[in-house]
Nanobody, 125 residues
Framework: VQLQASGGGLVQAGGSLRLSCAAS????????MGWFRQAPGKEREFVAA????????YYGDFVEGRFTIAKDNAKNTVYLQMSSLRPEDTAVYSC???????????????????WGQGTQVTVSS
């Protein structure tokens, strides 16, 4: 599976962005798909995940209802809609997927098999 992330950019605090993660090479219907972020000097952090088959969603504690992960079956694509962005959300965001993941491991990037390239999100104050 190849993952292509896009949609990052520069936005003012309080603004919104939608990130996309398009999968190719195989269907991701049996996958967990996740978004992670990494800011300079910090560890990679779990943002959100979705179980593609059921649509169940999971979020990092810092999200506080501001982000929504969603899927488009027809496009084999996962989205991360981000609203009420804060300067501390500035980071490189990457999507990842796995068809061998279990629920207890979805927040750990080590257990994801496939990764897209990162997309930079910069939130100005």
């Amino acid at each position: 599976v190849q993952l292509q992330a896009s949609g990052g950019g520069l936005v003012q605090a309080g603004g919104s962005l939608r990130l996309s993660c398009a999968a190719s090479g195989a269907t991701i219907r049996s996958y967990y798909m996740g978004w992670f972020r990494q800011a300079p000097g910090k560890e990679r952090e779990f943002v959100a995940a979705i179980r593609y088959s059921s649509g169940s969603t999971y979020y990092g504690d810092f999200v506080e209802g501001r982000f929504t992960i969603a899927k488009d079956n027809a496009k084999n694509t996962v989205y991360l809609q981000m609203s009420s962005l804060r300067p501390e959300d500035t980071a490189v965001y990457s999507c990842a997927g796995s068809n061998t993941l279990i629920l207890s491991s979805i927040r750990n990037p080590r257990y994801y098999t496939y990764w897209g390239q990162g997309t930079q999100v910069t939130v100005s104050s």
